[in-house]
């Protein structure tokens, strides 16, 4: 079946993302109990980067990443790094699929890949969750922000994660690695992007955190319940690792300073009240609370970092889409838009 299934999109595996359907159904056969060989594969058709397949059987539901196929950037579609990750927060406050296995055998269907249970629920990937009451959205954003929290409050030496990440230098290294990520996609010459991209390291507040990180905290990435506004499963962990909260909230919080006529991620101009969404300072002191957080410093030099860091992952998304290398049919469109994020990022930075 082609179609929608709780908001997420389906549909056959694309050309470029085919494998061996009988293969992995003779691997899940011997690795997952119950599992008799006999399933449906359906691709998730907005993803931006790992290949994400939904397997129906009769012994349940299960989701596959998988590393895409061809030459790969240094570093980037690390499934590896999820499977940990998502399996070390298994006991937390943070709510996560189960996994099952990961496989790191390219012989059975051609990358790295792993499985985890499908959870229902909600993907509401518009901001303004159309088609929800006012009260809905304002106890659904509270629940983003409470489950964010207690995501960064993780001790992550605890639950196995001491290794995941270095605890220091995260910004600068950010700066480092999402400037050779973008000088290596880049389609053409941008200057707001290289003025960001010097202006960043010249203003890091150099106040050293560590917490665990996931990189893309959005709505898109999270399952809500059906029958409440609590966030039941956070998904999409490939940037995940140890690193600074405060870069990580300045990506959640980066939308209320994004003109929505401009870009799909913002909501700047929006009718917030009327929407039922909690203005950005309400949101903070639910985030700080369940942190266990007094205060939350300098967030507009981490909004910034945000902006340009998802400017330079839309830039990589173009360059896929034109090399057909893409998980999403629409990356071509979808990458565009680095060029007015990058732009409202440094109209920010020259007022700070």
């Known amino acids: 079946m082609t179609g929608p299934r709780d908001g997420r999109e389906l549909g056959p595996p694309l050309e470029a993302h085919k494998f061996d359907e009988a293969a992995l159904a003779a691997y899940l056969k011997d690795h997952i109990p119950g599992f008799d060989g006999n399933c449906t594969v359906q691709q998730f058709l907005g993803g931006q980067s790992n290949p994400t397949f939904l397997i129906e059987s009769s012994s349940g539901s299960y989701v596959m990443r998988k590393k895409p196929p061809g030459e790969l950037l240094p570093s980037a579609h690390a499934v590896d790094r999820e499977f940990k990750v998502i399996s070390a927060l298994a006991d937390t406050r943070v709510p996560v699929a189960k996994t099952h296995f ?42 983003m922000a409470d489950v964010f929290g207690a995501f960064h409050a993780v001790d992550y030496n605890a639950v196995g994660l001491e290794k995941f990440g270095r605890p220091s230098g995260y910004v600068a290294r950010q700066v480092a690695r999402w400037t050779k990520q973008y000088e290596a996609s880049k389609v053409e010459d941008w200057e707001p992007m290289d003025k960001l991209i010097a202006w960043l390291p010249e203003n890091d507040p150099d106040d050293d955190q560590a917490s665990t990180v996931h990189g893309d905290y959005r709505p898109g990435n999270l399952i809500f319940a059906n029958d409440s506004p609590d966030v039941v499963a956070v998904l999409d962990w490939e940037l995940a690792t140890i690193g600074h909260p405060l870069a990580d909230l300045g990506y959640f919080m980066m939308p209320y300073r994004i003109d929505a006529e401009q ?5 700047r101009g929006m009718d917030l009240d009327g929407l039922g969404i909690p203005p950005e300072e309400a949101l903070l ?27 330079a992952i839309q830039a990589g998304v173009l360059r896929r889409g034109l090399d057909g290398n893409a998980a999403d049919p629409r990356a071509i469109e979808r990458g565009r838009p680095y060029k007015e994020m990058s732009h409202m990022a440094w109209e920010i930075a020259e007022r700070l």
């Open 102 to 143: 990961l496989c790191e055998d390219d012989s059975v269907i051609g990358q790295m890949f792993y499985v985890m249970d499908y959870v229902s629920g909600r993907v509401l990937t518009e901001r303004g969750f159309p088609g929800l009451d006012p009260e809905e959205r304002t106890a659904m954003y509270h629940s």
């Open 263 to 267: 870009s799909n991620y913002g909501m």
């Open 285 to 311: 002191e639910t985030y700080a609370k369940a942190a266990g957080r007094s205060s939350i410093p300098n967030i507009d030099y981490y909004i910034v970092f945000s902006m340009w860091r998802l400017a």
